[in-house]
Structure formats: C-alpha cells, structure tokens
T-cell receptor, first 112, second 111 residues
Framework: DAGVIQSPRHEVTEMGQEVTLRCKPISGHNSLFWYRQTMMRGLELLIY????????DSGMPEDRFSAKMPNASFSTLKIQPSEPRDSAVYFCALKGVGTEAFFGQGTRLTVV | SQELEQSPQSLIVQEGKNLTINCTSSKTLYGLYWYKQKYGEGLIFLMMLQKGGEEKSHEKITAKLDEKKQQSSLHITASQPSHAGIYLC???????????WGAGTKLIIKP
C-alpha cells in the first residue's frame, strides 16, 4: 500500500475562484496520476507525471487546469477560474511496484 | 459505447448469497485490474490478471480472465455487508500508464 494523502477532502467554492488540490505521497514516488470522477463520465485521467515530469497532460480539460509536481513528495492540481462543471471528485494515484495504481481518498469539489 | 462494459450496472444481493460481475472489452485484453470503491473514498486495488485463464483470489473474491472472450469475471462467495460498494475494472491501452475504466457495478448487500 503506497499511501497517498490528499487535501482538502472536501472543497466548496464559488464560481470564478481559484482552487488548489494537493497530493502528498507518504513515501516519495516518481509516478503520479491525477484523475477526475463524475457520474456522467466516470474516471478520467487528467495528467500523468513520471520522475516529476508531466508525460501526458492530454486529459487536462482546458487551460484553466494546471498541475505541478515539484518533487517526489508533493503535487498540486489548480483550477483557475473554477466553473460549476468542474464539480467532481479528484483523485491522486501512485503507480505501484508492478503496474497497478494506488489511489488517495480523493477531494470532492463543489463549485457553486 | 465504452471500451470496457461492466454488467450488471447495479446488483442487490441477499447477504450470504454468491454473485458475479462481468467486465467485457471491445478490444484484446492484455491485462485487467479490479478495484473496489466505497462511497466518498478512493479506489482500493483488489487484483490484477495478466494471462488468459488466470484466476486469482482475495479472501472471498475470485477473479478470472478469459482472453478469448475478452472478458473478466469477479465472483464473490457468501457475500457480506463489507462487500458492498462499487466495483470497477480497468485495462491498459496503448501505454503503460493510461488505464481505461469500466463504468462500475454498484453492489448492495441486503442483511
């Protein structure tokens, strides 16, 4: 079990505000995913980092979304400005020793 | 339509009964992952199947991979309330990081 801490667990914000979601692997990992889960679209990969470098960001919806991984122990996903359609559960996940992914508890974002 | 189709979409089962969830792929399966999700929580990795005919078990949950049918089944024996949740299957497509996901099967266990 890799262990991933996400914060905050819940976020309610007004449309137009900036939102920053955080992910902290308990032990440093160099492969990290950000996913978004909605009822309509299920689980979607937003971005994948390897060795702290974004390898595939084709899933990032728009320029309003940005992600960083400054080191193996921390990553952020930022939405600026936020919109109601961004409401979803956002997950950070790490790649295990094999090919499986280990997920954090998620951040439930509500944009009103 | 989704590349990975799960059936049924939802399932209500009496506690103690057996059940099966299926995941069918529209393309060749080279490996398949099963996860479980409880409401408001993250996905918990259950097991990974890589070879045709492979079968793995974790406590009372058994999963099989049928490469010819491009299908995997997850079987729960003597279901318990702790088995309730959403079961998702995932498979890699074209890369070693891009997991494609099924829509999930919601399992409710009636006491």
């Amino acid at each position: 079990d890799a262990g991933v801490i996400q914060s905050p667990r819940h976020e309610v914000t007004e449309m137009g505000q900036e939102v920053t979601l955080r992910c902290k692997p308990i032990s440093g990992h160099n492969s990290l995913f950000w996913y978004r889960q909605t009822m309509m679209r299920g689980l979607e990969l937003l971005i994948y980092f390897n060795n702290n470098v974004p390898i595939d960001d084709s899933g990032m919806p728009e320029d309003r979304f940005s992600a960083k991984m400054p080191n193996a122990s921390f990553s952020t996903l930022k939405i600026q400005p936020s919109e109601p359609r961004d409401s979803a559960v956002y997950f950070c996940a790490l790649k295990g020793v094999g090919t499986e992914a280990f997920f954090g508890q998620g951040t439930r974002l509500t944009v009103v | 339509s989704q590349e990975l189709e799960q059936s049924p979409q939802s399932l209500i089962v009496q506690e103690g009964k057996n059940l099966t969830i299926n995941c069918t792929s529209s393309k060749t399966l080279y490996g398949l992952y099963w996860y479980k999700q409880k409401y408001g929580e993250g996905l918990i990795f259950l097991m990974m199947l890589q070879k045709g005919g492979e079968e793995k078990s974790h406590e009372k949950i058994t999963a099989k991979l049928d490469e010819k049918k491009q299908q995997s089944s997850l079987h729960i024996t003597a279901s318990q309330p702790s088995h309730a949740g959403i079961y998702l299957c995932g498979a890699y497509r074209g890369s070693n990081y891009q997991l494609i996901w099924g829509a999930g099967t919601k399992l409710i266990i009636k006491p």
